[in-house]
């Protein structure tokens, strides 16, 4: 079975401070990983995802995630923060025998402070 | 490409009732993907259907429902609503529903249970 836990409802930075958003995973197989954001009053856009190839990806507006099987981790991060990057951020895990069944975290809200 | 189109935006409704939402996916797309969404819970999966059949289930009571049709629109039910199923209701769509692939989400349907 596949899980994903986001350490963290809620994150404060600095506008051009580092963003660190973190996600571990469980899974039983080697899994498909993913981060989403979410802004208000709008559906998800995917940011990056890992599907078992370079294991640092680079993904949309300056966000990048490192998948670390030693640590079953899969943090997001982008060295300056902007006010833009204020929104939710959802971290996901799919098991590519299972087709499109996405599980996803429960958020982590990025406040950018100016 | 028009993007995925949900209908209606806003609904609301009183214990008892039965509710019908929409989507249509991106032209060509032949996964259709609903989530549910409430603060503090993230998304929570609910089904999948590919070419008008239910691939991937949830772990949702018989109340809720969907389907598929030919031209990959799909529609989701839920009969004898109660309050804890106020939420947003997100449809996904993608090309081929295979694990690896990019969800594109519409902007959902807001349910409001009284």
């Known amino acids: 079975a596949q899980s994903v836990t986001q350490l963290g409802s809620h994150v404060s930075v600095s506008e051009g401070a580092l963003v660190l958003l973190r996600c571990n995973y469980s899974?039983?197989?080697?899994?498909?990983l993913f981060w989403y954001v979410q802004y208000p009053n709008q559906g998800l856009q995917l940011l990056l995802k890992?599907?078992?190839?370079?294991?640092l990806v680079k993904g949309i507006n300056g966000f990048e995630a490192e998948f670390k099987k030693s640590e079953t981790s899969f943090h997001l991060t982008k060295p300056s923060a902007h006010m833009s990057d204020a929104a939710e951020y959802f971290c996901?895990?799919?098991?590519?025998?299972?087709?499109?069944?996405?599980?996803f975290g429960t958020g982590t809200s990025l406040t950018v402070i100016p | 490409k028009a993007g995925v189109t949900q209908t209606p935006r806003y609904l609301i409704k009183t214990r008892g009732q039965q509710v019908t939402l929409s989507c249509s996916p991106i032209?060509?797309?032949?996964?259709v993907s609903w989530y549910q969404q409430t603060p503090g819970q993230g998304l929570q999966f609910l089904f999948e259907?590919?070419?008008?059949?239910?691939?991937n289930k949830g772990n949702f009571p018989g109340r809720f429902s969907g389907r598929q049709f030919s031209n990959s629109r799909s529609e989701m039910n839920v009969s004898t609503l109660e309050l804890g199923d106020s939420a947003l209701y997100l449809c996904?769509?993608?090309?081929?529903?295979?694990?690896?692939?990019?969800?594109?989400f519409g902007s959902g349907t807001q349910l409001s249970v009284l």
């Open positions: 259907y590919f070419s008008e059949t239910q691939r």
């Open positions: 996904a769509s993608s090309h081929d529903g295979q694990g690896g692939e990019k969800l594109f």
């Open positions: 032209s060509g797309h032949r996964s």
């Open positions: 890992y599907t078992s190839a370079a294991t």
């Open positions: 899974s039983s197989v080697p899994p498909y």
């Open positions: 996901a895990v799919s098991d590519p025998t299972t087709g499109n069944q996405f599980y």
